[in-house]
């Protein structure tokens, strides 16, 4: 796995020179901040660079200077400046930064690689609980679930990020394929979303390095109530709704 890993998208120059535009020049990072919002470990393909950039970001919330000493004392005092290579490691960053002006331009290079490291599986809101009347399908389901929270974890530190999207009923040809028409006119139509919406928000998940996206507010209650209530009560409940389906 690990020659995999170094074959993963990445931009380092782009990190470096980013961050040495930040350390010379606070004053874009706003913008920068606004392309790459925390948190910053999801950005980066490199530890060492996503701990300084939060550090430069912590100093901004703080509405304090942001410069080579403020940030070198920031990570000295959390103790990760060994860990994001000292503070030789920032002046040489800075040295990349030809023009401080570059660094939005900078960013988007770092925004774009990180999302072609971020990895979308696909579970639904049927991983959350057993699904008498469905039960390969809702297993299945708890399967994506569960191994992309455990490769998630494996992964960490590498750059790459995965997140888990767990979309309840989605307005596709899927019901149709499955030789179950008319579900979408037997159950209410505010708990059906459109793809588009869906793929939105699993892309926004990614990019905010979320573990696991349920859209829609009442699909969240429900992944809640479906982690949460108790079997006895929640089996016989799920499985007179999918005959009624």
Not at 202 to 207: P, R, Y
Request: with cysteine; net charge neutral.
């Amino acid at each position: 796995m690990a020659d995999a890993l170094r074959l993963t998208p990445a931009a380092l120059d782009a990190e470096m020179a980013l961050l040495g535009c930040l350390l010379l020049d606070e004053a874009q990072l706003p913008a920068v901040a606004a392309t790459l919002p925390p948190p910053a470990a999801g950005w980066f393909s490199k530890p060492a660079h996503a701990l300084i950039y939060d550090a430069c970001l912590t100093l901004f919330e703080a509405r304090r200077a942001v410069d080579l000493v403020t940030v070198t004392d920031v990570l000295q005092r959390r103790g990760q400046l060994q860990h994001a290579g000292g503070a030789t490691a920032l002046a040489d960053f800075m040295v990349l930064a030809v023009s401080p002006g570059n660094a939005p331009h900078y960013a988007n290079i770092v925004r774009e690689k990180a999302l072609l490291r971020s990895v979308i599986n696909v579970a639904s809101l049927g991983a959350f609980q057993p699904l008498p009347g469905s039960a390969v399908y809702g297993a299945s389901k708890a399967f994506v679930l569960s191994f992309s929270e455990a490769i998630r974890t494996e992964l960490r530190g590498s750059g790459v990020t995965v997140t888990a999207v767990c979309p309840g009923p989605v307005r596709t040809e899927f019901m149709a394929v499955a030789e179950v028409p008319g579900v979408e006119d037997r159950t209410p139509g505010v708990v059906w979303m459109s793809a588009e919406d869906i793929a939105k928000q699993a892309v926004d998940g990614a990019a905010h390095d979320k573990r696991v996206v349920v859209p829609g507010l009442l699909n969240r209650a429900g992944a809640l109530a479906g982690q949460h209530s108790p079997r006895a009560v929640a089996l016989p409940l799920i499985g007179r709704i999918w005959r009624n389906l």
